[in-house]
């Protein structure tokens, strides 16, 4: 019996607006994107003229836009990331996609911010553990590490209550997403503040300490 299943959602990635409303006019129920600044894909960046023309779109159609503000950020940047989420409310966007605590320590002090916040995947939630304490920091989802199983996906939900966001088709990381530090190491570019180079997708020799090739 299918009776007490939730009904899902699929969400999809927009990089630009005209992406975003592509993908509502195929049946996205929701779309995420970046906005000026603070996203995962540091070439994206949005305006919020951009974000406001989608969110009227989406919102024709009933469907959601989810703005992404998942890097880490420095102290300095911590007032244009407050800033930025006032704009993007008043925007019309439904939901703001958080890595970095900080985000979440602001959004409880801003009066009349009142948007939902989801955690990233770049929290790399991939234990129960680490669900339900982020589920009692006050986030409603969570969406989790991208290469969970569906046996470790299962024991999340039965340790939680909020919702559950999981990537079904994509690129995976080979490192924990949030916690990698291969592309700051190789090239001085950190996928924690959105310009990852995705090394793990090239294709590598295993070399020992004498240079002989063990594995090309």
Excluded at 138 to 150: K, M, T, V
Aim: proline share 2%.
């Amino acid at each position: 019996s299918t009776s007490n299943i939730t009904p899902l959602g699929l969400l999809a990635p927009a990089r630009k607006v005209d992406i975003g409303i592509a993908a509502i006019d195929c049946g996205a129920d929701a779309v995420y994107i970046a906005g000026p600044k603070f996203g995962a894909r540091v070439s994206a960046g949005n305006s919020i003229d951009d974000l406001s023309r989608l969110c009227g779109y989406a919102h024709r159609f009933g469907s959601r836009i989810f703005l992404t503000l998942n890097t880490i950020l420095y102290e300095e940047e911590l007032e244009e990331a407050s800033g930025t989420l006032m704009r993007a409310q008043e925007a019309g966007v439904d939901a703001i996609i958080v890595q970095d605590l900080a985000v979440l320590e602001i959004a409880h002090r801003l009066k009349n911010f009142s948007l939902p916040l989801h955690a990233s995947t770049q929290c790399a939630i991939r234990t129960p553990e680490q669900a339900r304490w982020l589920e009692s920091l006050g986030f409603s989802r969570l969406i989790l590490e991208r290469e969970l199983s569906l046996e470790q996906i299962r024991s999340i939900r039965n340790a939680t209550s909020c919702e559950l966001e999981f990537f079904v088709h994509g690129a995976l990381c080979v490192c924990y997403s949030g916690q990698c530090y291969l592309s700051e190491m190789i090239s001085g570019r950190s996928a924690n503040r959105g310009a990852c180079i995705q090394a793990c997708r090239s294709r590598y020799d295993l070399v020992d300490q004498r240079g002989e090739v063990l594995v090309r």
